[in-house]
């Protein structure tokens, strides 16, 4: 199977319910493309769809907690490059301890499916820290909120988002 990307508005069902409402918000234009659902995880869709690891990025949900709150955010990085959760992040969100969010969190609290998490569509308030490798790019392939599709757009299109900063977020 080959993927053939679409406008991610002629294909609303291969999107989940929030990140359909943050396509139609958006002034760039956003592609989609329907995949294996098996093979949404990172490595395995790049190998068999051959995308550039350094091409896809990866949407990392964190929980920081001080004094007993717990704020979320997501962040954005290459998937050739990991996120320094417990030192840049966890000092740009002032957390105290951080943490990757569980599964059941992350999935509850964005309304999309695990291994398909997005920046777009996130709940209001939380911040969307994208790395400025991600940022630079000309076009990056990101999560659709489901692991049955694939969204590509302009890493400027990340960057651009409301709730966005751009960080050097990788060590």
Do not use: Q
Request: glycine share 8%.
């Amino acid at each position: 199977m080959d993927l053939r990307w679409v406008p991610a508005l002629d294909r609303i069902d291969l999107l989940a319910e929030p990140v359909a409402r943050a396509v139609r918000e958006l002034k760039e234009e956003v592609r989609v493309a329907e995949i294996d659902a098996e093979l949404a995880d990172t490595a395995a869709f790049c190998d068999r769809y051959g995308v550039a690891m350094d091409a896809s990025a990866n949407c990392v949900v964190v929980a920081g907690k001080r004094g007993g709150e717990v704020r979320y955010a997501a962040c954005m990085v290459l998937a050739t490059t990991r996120a320094d959760v417990n030192g840049v992040i966890r000092r740009h969100l002032d957390a105290r301890k951080i943490s990757f969010a569980s599964m059941d969190d992350a999935v509850s609290l964005t309304g999309m499916e695990y291994g398909g998490i997005t920046p777009l569509g996130l709940p209001e308030g939380w911040p969307i820290l994208v790395d400025s490798r991600v940022a630079a790019h000309p076009e990056v392939v990101i999560g659709s909120g489901v692991r049955r599709s694939k969204l590509a757009l302009p890493g400027a299109a990340l960057a651009g988002l409301k709730a966005a900063e751009v960080l050097d977020l990788a060590n």
